[in-house]
């Protein structure tokens, strides 16, 4: 159904024809104005359907005009949301060793960022009635996508993430730090940041003891996911090998930033364990609050105000065919 936000300013269409009743007795003294043909007052015989044409337009535009200014607005079925919904942030890790490919999806093999996705974006879609922002790091950090209830857009702006987007080093500290600076104007939300990394801090500004305090003074409980396999088998020139791809994790950094803000630390060394992992967040920071009914609002008033634009535009280029024909006939 259709409702208007400002349905007062309705008031204003009466302006309209009191300033058209006020000017009515001067207008023979504006014969000489010019103003498109569909609008102007003819001395001719059609003198009378050609001013009751004028007033129809006029009266047509005042109207569209003051209906687009009542702005209004489409409301959709109702729809339950949750009255105190999580606020969440994911901070994912984009540094050049997220490409290493020891990880498996469905028996093949992909990087570590391919598998953060895969995983993460089901997470994002059972969170529906939280709020969710998203943080992406290497050299530096920067927010993706804001604190915001569009699961959708986050989904898709995880998805388009690239490597190497802002350098190969990883700072893990700034991320944290700026998603703290995220939550700390709302007081009253539930201040959550799952952190995905698979190095140690190696850039940034802001050091992991540093984070850790901005974190703890601002009550953002942090969750911190250690990514990468512990053993691959590596051909090399005296047979095959094995090596540990996660050789650079930092543990007992990313430990002490759970820990110390009330959160939890978790190894994921494959996607097995990583859904396991965010299954296990399910259960631990479960969506909670009344539900309660919105209705969805879509604006528009852009159509009454193009319909005005539109049948004004209309007038006058009619007038001006006019005046050309008139001019071309002397």
């Not at 209830?149 to 893990?172: C, F, H, M, P, W």
């Not at 730090?177 to 995220?182: D, F, P, S």
């Not at 700390?184 to 959550?192: V, Y």
């Not at 005005?308 to 050309?324: D, I, K, T």
């Amino acid at each position: 159904m259709i409702e208007f936000a400002w349905p007062w300013l309705a008031f204003a269409w009466l302006l309209g024809p009191a300033l058209w009743w006020l000017r009515r007795p001067q207008q023979q003294h504006f014969s000489t104005l010019r103003v498109p043909q569909l609008l102007q007052l003819n001395e001719s015989a059609s003198r009378q359907p050609r001013s009751l044409l004028r007033s129809v337009i006029l009266f047509m535009l005042w109207s569209l005009l003051i209906a687009a200014l009542c702005r209004p607005q489409w409301l959709g079925e109702p729809v339950q949301i949750r009255s105190e919904a999580r606020e969440m942030v994911l901070a994912v890790d984009l540094s050049g060793s997220m490409e290493i490919a020891d990880m498996k999806i469905n028996g093949e093999e992909v990087n570590r960022l391919s598998m953060v996705k895969h995983v993460v974006s089901d997470f994002v879609e059972r969170r529906k009635g939280d709020k969710m922002g998203l943080i992406l790091f290497a050299d530096t950090a920067y927010v993706q996508a804001p604190i915001t209830y569009d699961l959708a857009s986050v989904k898709q702006l995880l998805e388009e993430a690239q490597l190497r987007l802002i350098g190969e080093r990883t700072a893990i500290g700034d991320a944290v730090a700026l998603a703290v600076k995220r939550f700390r104007d709302n007081e009253e939300s539930n201040k959550i940041l799952i952190l995905l990394t698979d190095g140690q801090n190696t850039a940034g500004y802001v050091s992991p003891e540093q984070a850790q305090q901005l974190a703890s003074y601002y009550g953002v409980k942090i969750y911190a996911i250690g990514v990468g396999a512990e053993e691959v088998i590596v051909d090399s020139f005296f047979g095959q090998r094995k090596v540990n791809p996660s050789r650079d994790l930092d543990e007992a950094m990313l430990q002490g930033l759970a820990q110390a803000t009330g959160g939890e630390y978790f190894r994921a060394r494959s996607t097995e364990e990583l859904q396991q992992i965010y299954q296990t967040l399910d259960q631990y920071e479960p969506v909670s609050g009344d539900e309660q009914l919105r209705r969805p609002q879509t604006e528009l008033y852009y159509w009454p105000a193009g319909l005005a634009f539109a049948l004004f535009a209309l007038s006058w280029l009619v007038g001006q065919l006019r005046q050309q024909r008139r001019r071309s006939a002397e």
